[in-house]
Antibody, heavy 121, light 107 residues
Framework: EVQLVESGGGLVQPGGSLRLSCAAS????????MTWVRRAPGKGLEWVST????????YYADSVKGRFTMSRDNSKNTLILQMRSLRAEDTAVYYC??????????????WGQGTLVTVSS | EIVLTQSPGTLSLSPGERATLSCRAS???????LAWYQQKPGQAPRLLIY???SRATAIPDRFSGSGSGTDFTLTISRLEPEDFAVYYC?????????FGQGTKVEI
């Protein structure tokens, strides 16, 4: 069974940093592209970042580019999202997701339950 | 960047009725890279449809997706009580992804 468990969320002041982790199990982690998606309170889903299966390529939404860094440790089946210079608008539940592939592109097929990040003074 | 616009914002229906959700892209979506997700309060999103029309694993056949180019549709043929939720369409490409703003299906 595919399992994704996020951790590391919490309350942080504007301008601060936070490191989210996602522990994966139930599949060969190093074979899959992985993604972070967030949902701000009262709003819809927003794609944040994607990383290739080997970790050599990363992609970011414009809203987080230059502030967030996505990485992975395939030996530990762990996904990381390092967040810096946090803003109030980064407040959201952050989900990690495994990507499937349909021959034309990658899409999130399994999701974790999410971890809440609150940016407030 | 492709912008996805979903309509209606809210759909008020009864169990047993048919639900038709629309997703319009600001420019043509290549290779039908369009997915649909369901999200209930306090839960993670659940993949329903990928490739515009392929049902994900274990998704009941009352859910179907169709469309191409700029216009896509999610149809729920007969609403079950557990289907009342928010539905998002999603475009995926190599370097960027976008979601629609969501359609809430309520009783």
């Amino acid at each position: 069974e595919v399992q994704l468990v996020e951790s590391g969320g919490g309350l942080v002041q504007p301008g601060g940093s936070l490191r989210l982790s996602c522990a994966a199990s139930g599949f060969t982690f190093g074979s899959y592209v992985m993604t972070w998606v967030r949902r701000a309170p009262g709003k819809g889903l927003e794609w944040v970042s994607t990383i290739s299966n080997g970790g050599g390529r990363t992609y970011y939404a414009d809203s987080v580019k230059g502030r967030f860094t996505m990485s992975r440790d395939n030996s530990k089946n762990t996904l990381i999202l390092q967040m810096r210079s946090l803003r109030a608008e980064d407040t959201a539940v952050y989900y990690c997701a495994r990507d499937g592939y349909d021959g034309s592109g990658y899409y999130a097929d399994y999701w974790g339950q999410g971890t809440l990040v609150t940016v407030s003074s | 960047e492709i912008v996805l616009t979903q309509s209606p914002g809210t759909l008020s229906l009864s169990p047993g009725e048919r639900a038709t959700l629309s997703c319009r892209a600001s420019q043509s979506v290549t290779s039908t890279s369009l997915a649909w997700y369901q999200q209930k309060p306090g839960q993670a999103p659940r993949l329903l449809i990928y490739g515009a029309s392929s049902r994900a694993t274990a998704i009941p056949d009352r859910f179907s997706g169709s469309g191409s180019g700029t216009d896509f549709t999610l149809t729920i043929s007969r609403l079950e009580p557990e289907d009342f939720a928010v539905y998002y369409c999603h475009h995926y490409s190599t370097s960027t992804r976008t979601f629609g703003q969501g359609t809430k299906v309520e009783i």
